[in-house]
């Protein structure tokens, strides 16, 4: 494969290695905790060969290089969560005594990082609303050192100048972080448009089947030199052999998964925003130039499967739709290829205060949708159906 590929071909042939032994051209699974360092003693431990599976293993190489490629960055390192991924470069990159912006919306647990933990270990985090470059302007300090935000946010997915926002940090020698798992780089690409560092949850569209966790990061190679040995040698999030094979395997038909959780989201939008029960629909799709930020619609390339909408009727309108779904699963994740439908406010973001979530949109008839690869018909039909019950 060259490096000019088109991004389908990248997603099945970038990183692949067959079996040197005989082969195989799936990849094979490494299952072992270590590796034989015989002979190696001698010409003291030489780099770059495997020693143990917490800090490198081929099956996770094969998954590190395909991410680099995708999303043009010179390396990645993979986490047994996305959380794994995301805490690493926090714990890498900063200090105590040093200052971060991060975005007031967040996924659930990201929030909780940076509200809690990351006051623990004496991290100081400003919160912003990064769609506001005044804001982020604002907020930088001397010991400023990342900037991080999500895009589409999660759950409201309001959309951040990642161009902007970079060309900001950068000028004032912070680094940006975006966590891509909502486009993942079919339809986004961080790296591309200033971002020094991308995350990911693989949990979501990556793997794209709901049957493993894992998180990457992909960034220069002095960046994940340090998040290697500071986040799996010394800390140890690592990612097993076979969840790797498993996200490997699902990045395969990212390309057909993502068109067609598109394809549906934006049938699935159209149709909600026809709905009396419904107050408001965001989705990606539905003005991407908004607040005339031409760079906005230009930063994405496809708009995915998150559709998040308000029902009228609060929190009650908003348990009784999801108490009625027939179809569709009520469950926390998203990216599956089964439609999966949640509450954000008592479940993926309960650990924001009412006041906060209530100040960024998150509110009590806020119901986000993951949308799967089942036919449009099928899931517009059960929306429907439960929409009826109000
Ligand atoms: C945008 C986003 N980032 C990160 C995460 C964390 O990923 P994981 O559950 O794999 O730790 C999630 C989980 O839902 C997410 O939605």
Redesign the pocket.
């Given at each position: 494969m060259t490096y000019e590929s088109g991004i389908n071909t990248k997603l099945i042939h970038a990183g692949q290695r067959p079996s040197p032994d005989n082969g195989a051209l799936a990849q094979p699974i490494y299952q072992t905790s270590s590796f034989s360092v015989d002979g190696l003693l001698r010409s003291g431990m030489k780099r770059g060969k495997y020693v143990y599976s917490r800090v490198s293993n081929p099956t996770l190489t094969s998954l590190e290089l395909k991410m680099a490629t995708l999303e043009g960055g010179d390396a990645a390192v993979s986490f047994g969560?996305?959380?794994?991924a995301?805490s690493a470069v926090l714990v890498t990159l900063l200090e105590s005594g040093d200052h971060m912006i991060a975005d007031r919306v967040l996924?659930g647990?990201?929030y909780e990082l940076l509200h809690n933990v990351a006051a623990r270990l004496g991290i100081n985090v400003s919160f912003v609303d990064t769609t506001n470059s005044k804001e982020v302007a604002n907020a930088i300090q001397e010991n400023t050192k990342l900037v991080y935000f999500?895009t589409p946010a999660?759950p409201t997915l309001k959309l951040v100048d990642i161009r902007r926002v970079a060309a900001i940090a950068s000028e004032r020698g912070a680094k940006t972080v975006v966590?891509n798992?909502?486009l993942t780089p079919l339809y986004q690409k961080p790296l591309e448009l200033g971002a020094d560092i991308v995350v990911h949850?693989?949990?979501?569209y990556l793997n794209g089947h709901g049957d493993a966790?894992?998180?990457i990061v992909v960034s220069s190679y002095e960046d994940a030199t340090a998040i290697r040995r500071a986040a799996l040698r010394d800390i140890g999030a690592a990612l097993s052999p076979f969840n790797a094979f498993l996200i490997l395997r699902g990045i395969h038909t990212l390309g057909v998964r993502m068109e067609r959780h598109s394809k549906n989201a934006a049938e699935l939008a159209a149709f909600l925003q026809s709905q009396r029960a419904i107050e408001r629909v965001r989705y990606p799709g539905i003005d991407p130039g908004m607040q005339g930020n031409s760079n906005l619609a230009k930063q994405m390339s496809g708009f995915g499967g998150m559709i998040a909408f308000e029902v009228r009727g609060g929190s009650e309108a908003a348990i009784t739709f999801l108490n009625n779904l027939k179809l569709c699963t009520v469950a926390?994740?998203?990216g599956d290829t089964a439609t999966i439908a949640e509450h954000p406010g008592l479940m993926?973001h309960s650990v924001m205060p009412r006041a906060e979530r209530d100040a960024v949109g998150i509110t009590d008839g806020l119901i986000r949708i993951s949308v799967g690869l089942e036919d449009i018909a099928d899931i517009e039909k059960d929306i429907a159906q439960a929409l009826d019950t109000l």
């Amino acid at each position: 494969m060259t490096y000019e590929s088109g991004i389908n071909t990248k997603l099945i042939h970038a990183g692949q290695r067959p079996s040197p032994d005989n082969g195989a051209l799936a990849q094979p699974i490494y299952q072992t905790s270590s590796f034989s360092v015989d002979g190696l003693l001698r010409s003291g431990m030489k780099r770059g060969k495997y020693v143990y599976s917490r800090v490198s293993n081929p099956t996770l190489t094969s998954l590190e290089l395909k991410m680099a490629t995708l999303e043009g960055g010179d390396a990645a390192v993979s986490f047994g969560s996305g959380m794994g991924a995301i805490s690493a470069v926090l714990v890498t990159l900063l200090e105590s005594g040093d200052h971060m912006i991060a975005d007031r919306v967040l996924y659930g647990s990201t929030y909780e990082l940076l509200h809690n933990v990351a006051a623990r270990l004496g991290i100081n985090v400003s919160f912003v609303d990064t769609t506001n470059s005044k804001e982020v302007a604002n907020a930088i300090q001397e010991n400023t050192k990342l900037v991080y935000f999500e895009t589409p946010a999660n759950p409201t997915l309001k959309l951040v100048d990642i161009r902007r926002v970079a060309a900001i940090a950068s000028e004032r020698g912070a680094k940006t972080v975006v966590d891509n798992t909502f486009l993942t780089p079919l339809y986004q690409k961080p790296l591309e448009l200033g971002a020094d560092i991308v995350v990911h949850s693989a949990t979501k569209y990556l793997n794209g089947h709901g049957d493993a966790l894992g998180g990457i990061v992909v960034s220069s190679y002095e960046d994940a030199t340090a998040i290697r040995r500071a986040a799996l040698r010394d800390i140890g999030a690592a990612l097993s052999p076979f969840n790797a094979f498993l996200i490997l395997r699902g990045i395969h038909t990212l390309g057909v998964r993502m068109e067609r959780h598109s394809k549906n989201a934006a049938e699935l939008a159209a149709f909600l925003q026809s709905q009396r029960a419904i107050e408001r629909v965001r989705y990606p799709g539905i003005d991407p130039g908004m607040q005339g930020n031409s760079n906005l619609a230009k930063q994405m390339s496809g708009f995915g499967g998150m559709i998040a909408f308000e029902v009228r009727g609060g929190s009650e309108a908003a348990i009784t739709f999801l108490n009625n779904l027939k179809l569709c699963t009520v469950a926390v994740s998203l990216g599956d290829t089964a439609t999966i439908a949640e509450h954000p406010g008592l479940m993926t973001h309960s650990v924001m205060p009412r006041a906060e979530r209530d100040a960024v949109g998150i509110t009590d008839g806020l119901i986000r949708i993951s949308v799967g690869l089942e036919d449009i018909a099928d899931i517009e039909k059960d929306i429907a159906q439960a929409l009826d019950t109000l």
